[in-house]
């Protein structure tokens, strides 16, 4: 069974970075897609970053030049570098699978709060 957590959100203000972390159990040799999504408040959750399972990168224009997507196999590990953050970056950012998005199925996420 696949299990996902996401960690390295925080309180920074605009302009500033942050590295979050997606910590992988259950998959083996990243054969999935792993995505970062986000949803603000009173907003509908939204396609970051993509990591396909041959490691090509794929981000949002909304943060494309400013947010990095990686991984590290070895440590099971996905992670979205995040630089110049803006006030509308506010969000609890998740991590997930495709398979995963289609049953609905998430874990907590990680708060992420810059302030202006």
């Known amino acids: 069974q696949v299990q996902l957590v996401e960690s390295g959100g925080g309180l920074v203000q605009a302009g500033g970075s942050l590295r979050l972390s997606c910590a992988a159990s259950?998959?083996?040799?990243?054969?999935?897609?792993i995505n970062w999504y986000r949803q603000a408040p009173g907003k509908q959750r939204e396609l970051v970053a993509t990591i396909t399972s041959g490691g090509l990168a794929d981000h949002a224009d909304s943060v494309k030049g400013r947010f990095s997507i990686s991984r590290d196999v070895a440590k099971n590990t996905v992670y979205l570098q995040m630089h110049s953050l803006k006030p509308e970056d506010t969000a609890v950012y998740y991590c997930?699978?495709?398979?995963?998005?289609?049953?609905?199925?998430w874990g907590q996420g990680t708060q992420v709060t810059v302030s202006s």
């Open positions: 259950g998959i083996i040799n990243f054969i999935n897609a």
């Open positions: 997930n699978t495709p398979r995963r998005v289609a049953v609905d199925s």
